[in-house]
């Protein structure tokens, strides 16, 4: 069985920083891109950074010199971390790895972790 774990979240005032972690783990063959998008009350969930297995990434403008995304391939990780935060940046932050689980590629989400930004 396939699990995405997220750690991380948590409160925090504004202009403060805060890292996410999340872990793949099970029958993992590969794992192509991983991503974390947010979901706030109310609202659609929507991507905030993306990154390859060569590690190219992509950023919500929403985020861009703010938000950092990185991985780590030997312990099917990705990180974010998270600068100047904002209260707008409150939401449920969720992890995503798109990976081939045995012979079948599929997209997995982590369970969320909350981030709250207080003003």
């Known amino acids: 069985q396939v699990q995405l774990v997220e750690s991380g979240g948590g409160l925090v005032q504004a202009g403060g920083s805060l890292r996410l972690s999340c872990a793949a783990s099970g029958s993992i063959s590969r794992i192509y891109t991983m991503g974390w998008y947010r979901q706030a009350p109310g609202k659609q969930r929507e991507l905030v950074a993306g990154?390859?297995?060569?590690?190219?990434?992509n950023y919500a403008d929403f985020v861009k010199g703010r938000f950092t995304i990185s991985r780590d391939n030997a312990k099917n990780t990705v990180f974010l971390q998270m600068n100047s935060l904002k209260p707008e940046d409150t939401a449920v932050y969720y992890c995503q790895a798109f990976m081939w689980v045995g012979i079948t590629p599929s997209n997995y989400w982590g369970q969320g972790t909350q981030v709250t930004v207080s003003s």
């Open positions: 990154i390859t297995s060569s590690d190219s990434t």
